[in-house]
């Protein structure tokens, strides 16, 4: 499981397209994907692969890191304190 981070919903779209695009060239078959419609968040799982693009606010929301104790990446960590209870505010 990949998590990783766009600087906006224009951004995580483009890396989700770049990702897909580069899987299926590598031979990946039935990719699937959540979210990119709004892109605030998208998920692509590639079956042993599976990869997050959050939106820094969405990636502090659900905090997937907590999952395995890891903590946040210090450039979220600051947002974290901040961050409303809902991203989309």
């Known amino acids: 499981m990949v998590v990783a981070s766009g600087r ?12 897909i695009r580069g899987m299926k060239q590598a031979g990946f078959k039935d990719i699937g994907t959540e979210g990119q419609e709004g892109q605030d968040w998208v998920l692509i799982d590639g079956g042993d692969v599976i990869l997050h693009i959050f939106r820094p606010e969405v990636r502090v929301f659900y905090n997937l890191e907590k999952i395995w104790s890891v903590p946040l990446p ?8 901040q961050a409303p209870a809902d991203p989309s505010e």
């Open 8 to 19: 906006s919903n224009r951004h995580v779209g483009a890396l989700a397209d770049y990702v």
């Open 74 to 81: 210090d450039g979220l960590r600051e947002m974290s304190e």
